[in-house]
Structure formats: structure tokens, C-alpha cells
């Protein structure tokens, strides 16, 4: 980290023994993008380097992350949601079990993430944000939800956990059940568009990935583009440009219009050289998550 330059919002402590999650930093940002990604007001939200602090999401005033502790000599993730304006963090989840990558529904008023149930498999749940219930889990049938992401109030997409043929993305419907398979051997990655599509990496071998978009309207997905140097993560800005983030750098590529990459902005002035494992995103602030490799 360069000396002087950001700033400590929130510090807390754990021992983390025998971690078996990686190690994990949180920067928070705001920005400003016209031609270039420029970043202000810098801020890491520090935690213990033995803990794990991942999948920031913003909802609201809030970016809600997954965030390790121990329970019962066993290390546990809890939902918590902090708030840059009001230096607050709040406790969000609190069970025997853990939860992972919350995310806002559609309509506003709840969120879902997944949980780990008491047989070891992960189910999708869904939680009010104004706490009136402890939430309830939906398709109870699946339990191998490893990520997900919101088309609208019904439908849902789903990364399924599947070893043997590539990890799979489908579609489903909470109120009937319905599954729409799409695609096998899917990155963790996959966001929607202001056109209603959904962006993905397909990993067709270990070298050899493509940057989909699939349209749930036409059923129909295609190749827009090529992720650099095999680069994981993004974000999605209104104006449908996809953002990576790779070695000091941010690289853009405008869905649908372009297949090329443009460097447009650094953030190497505030970050060492760390491996950029998530990026996070709302019209004003940029979570960016760095892991020790």
C-alpha cells in the first residue's frame, strides 16, 4: 500500500487459525468516468491479514461483504454491511452456518445469498433488509449454488457447482422451478447489462476463454469478446462498458460494440501489485478486492 495515501475506515481483528480462505484486502473508492476511470477518496477497509473479507456488493447506502470469523474453532463467514458515510459496520447474518455473496433482489426491499446448510451444501436464500424475518431459503432442491445474479423478481441466474463437467450457468424460475441449462464451464463472474443481457466467461479450456452475453429474451448467447490475460473479474458501468482491473491498470470494452481492450484510468497510485479478485460497482463508488497469490 502507498504510505499516506488511504485511509483506514474500519479495522477489526480475528485469528484466523489453519485459514483455509485466502487472504483478502477491500479498497473502497469513489470515481468519476468520462473518457478515463479516475479515482478519489481512497479508503481501505482493513481487517486482520489472516481473515477473509470478499464479494462486496452494494446495496442501498451500504456494500454488504462476506466476511470470516471463528466459531467454534472452526472458520465461519457472516454477512456484514458497512457504510463509508456513517463509519458504521453492522452484523447482517449471524447462524451456525455460513453465508456467501449477498446481492440485492429486484425489488428493493430484500437480499439473497448463498448459505451453507448442515449437510454442507449451498442453497439460495433470501433475507428482508429491514430484518422483520430471518429470511427463507428458495429452490429448495438445489444445493449446489456456488454464485448468483438477479434477471427479475422470479428468475434468477445460478452458478451450479458441477467438478465433473465444468461448473454450470442456468436459469431459474423461484416461483415454479423451472431450470434453463445455458452453458458449462462458467467463471464466477457474470453480470447483467443495461439491455437486459447477461455477461460471462465461458472457459472452453484452461487457455481458452470467450466473454458471452446471453440474451434470456432470444435464448440466445455470443461471443463479445476476450478476457485479458485470462482476467476473471469485472464490473459493469451504466453505459454498458465492461471494466477490468489488471496490474495498475483499468481496461474497458464496450459491450456489443467493441472486441478490444482500452486502457482507460489507473489505480496503481493507491494499490500495490496485488492480484484484483472481484470488483464491485454503483454509479459512484468501485470496490475493488485484493487477494495475496
Request: net charge negative; aromatic share 12%; proline share 3%.
Amino acid at each position: 500500500m502507498k504510505a499516506g495515501i488511504i485511509c483506514n475506515l474500519f479495522v477489526m481483528y480475528f485469528t484466523i487459525c489453519n485459514a483455509q480462505l485466502p487472504k483478502t484486502d477491500i479498497y473502497l473508492f469513489d470515481y468519476n468516468f468520462d473518457d478515463k476511470l479516475v479515482l478519489s477518496y481512497p479508503k481501505l477497509l482493513t481487517f486482520d491479514h489472516d481473515s477473509y473479507s470478499n464479494q462486496p456488493h452494494f446495496i442501498h447506502d451500504d456494500l454488504y461483504i462476506t466476511q470470516s470469523h471463528i466459531n467454534n474453532d472452526t472458520i465461519q463467514t457472516d454477512i456484514v454491511a458497512l457504510n463509508s458515510k456513517k463509519r458504521t459496520k453492522r452484523q447482517i447474518t449471524q447462524t451456525k452456518t455460513s453465508e456467501y455473496s449477498p446481492t440485492l433482489c429486484p425489488d428493493g426491499e430484500h437480499f439473497s445469498a448463498i448459505r451453507v446448510n448442515e449437510y454442507n451444501q449451498q442453497q439460495l436464500w433470501i433475507y428482508p433488509l429491514d430484518h422483520s424475518n430471518n429470511g427463507r431459503a428458495i429452490l429448495d432442491s438445489i444445493t449446489n449454488v456456488g454464485y448468483h445474479t438477479w434477471l427479475n423478481n422470479n428468475e434468477v441466474f445460478l452458478f451450479l457447482v458441477d467438478e465433473d463437467k465444468g461448473h454450470q450457468l442456468v436459469l431459474a424460475n423461484i416461483n415454479t422451478g423451472e431450470i434453463q441449462h445455458i452453458s458449462y464451464k462458467i467463471g464466477r463472474c457474470f453480470k447483467m447489462t443495461s439491455q437486459g443481457q447477461l455477461v460471462y466467461i465461458h472457459k472452453i479450456t484452461e487457455d481458452n476463454w470467450n466473454l458471452m452475453a446471453y440474451n434470456p429474451i432470444s435464448q440466445t448467447k455470443e461471443v463479445i469478446g476476450y478476457p485479458l490475460s485470462n482476467q476473471e473479474d469485472f464490473g459493469i458501468l451504466n453505459n454498458d462498458k465492461i471494466i477490468i482491473a489488471y496490474q495498475g491498470s483499468f481496461f474497458a470494452l464496450q459491450a456489443f460494440e467493441e472486441t478490444s481492450w482500452t486502457s482507460i484510468g489507473q489505480y496503481s497510485q493507491f494499490i500495490d501489485d496485488k492480484k484484483i479478485s472481484r470488483i464491485a460497482m454503483n454509479n459512484t463508488q468501485i470496490a475493488l478486492v485484493t487477494t495475496e497469490e
